[in-house]
């Protein structure tokens, strides 16, 4: 018979946890966390949250903590936000929503530009003061996955450019969706944001789901030999902006 919650961990965990209720379900919420990170050798202090979905919509939180131990999350990653600074009520807050990348994050493979992307956007928050790193863990492969990233991988090495490799193991060729981050995002923050991107399909996808996006930061760099073609296969096929002085066909 499984024991009941302790009632001090029940109520040490249910001031951290917040119910977002969601067309299919529930997002809940935990944090904010103090998360002290190692940013290019200094110590920065950011809080962080992680988020779970859930059919199940319940303000008992004790009901969504039992089931914790029993359904296997490690098999399903989940997504999570690094926030800095006044990040509810600045002004002006800079976001990025950044799709993980085992290879590129992790190893720091140069294939692609992710890993670059991911410790820049950080910095840019810092240095503006405020900000959030929306880290979004199924959109592995523009959301194809790790195992099918390391096929289009195989067929990359084969002559396909990373839009007809995804394409030809059967995948459209960015099958992203960014509405649990921006429910997230409404939760922690009201007022409108800038969004770190290349790509003007993302801030499309924002406005079109009713955020308020005020305008847009280029984070191009660390061009190699190594991602240059796949550099300009984003430019040329998924229509990433070129922006000046950063442009990686120079
Ligand atoms: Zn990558």
């Known amino acids: ?29 935990v944090g904010p ?14 809080k962080w949250y992680c988020w779970l979905n859930c059919e199940e919509v319940t303000e008992d939180f004790e009901r969504i903590i039992d089931k914790l131990s029993s359904v296997n999350l490690a098999e399903f990653q989940q997504s999570s936000v690094l926030v800095y600074g006044d990040f509810e009520y600045a002004d002006d807050a ?8 085992h290879t590129g994050d992790i190893f720091g493979s140069k294939r692609c530009d992710c890993g670059f992307q991911l410790k820049q956007s950080m910095k840019m928050i810092t240095e503006h003061g405020n900000g959030a ?6 959109h ?47 939760a922690i923050r009201k007022k409108p944001v800038t969004l770190m991107t290349n790509n003007p399909k993302k801030l499309q996808a924002l406005k079109n789901a009713g955020l308020e996006v005020s305008g847009r930061q280029p984070l191009w760099g660390d061009v190699s030999e ?17 922006d000046e002085g950063t442009c990686p066909n120079e």
């Open 1 to 29: 018979m499984k024991q009941a919650l302790d009632s001090k961990v029940l109520s040490v965990l249910e001031d951290k946890i917040q119910l977002i209720k969601t067309e299919k379900g529930a997002i809940y919420l």
């Open 33 to 46: 966390i103090r998360l002290p990170v190692n940013l290019y050798g200094e110590t920065v202090e950011f």
């Open 94 to 101: 800079i976001i990025r929503f950044h799709s993980i990348c």
């Open 133 to 138: 790193l929306f880290y979004l863990a199924n």
């Open 140 to 186: 592995e492969g523009r959301g194809i996955g790790l195992f099918s990233k390391a096929m289009a991988y195989v067929l990359q090495e084969n002559g396909y450019d990373t839009v007809e490799a995804n394409q030809g193991l059967g995948f459209v060729d960015d099958a992203r969706n960014y509405d649990d981050a921006i429910q997230v995002l409404r």
């Open 226 to 242: 190594y991602n240059e073609k796949y550099l300009q296969t984003k430019i040329q096929k998924s229509g990433h902006l070129e």
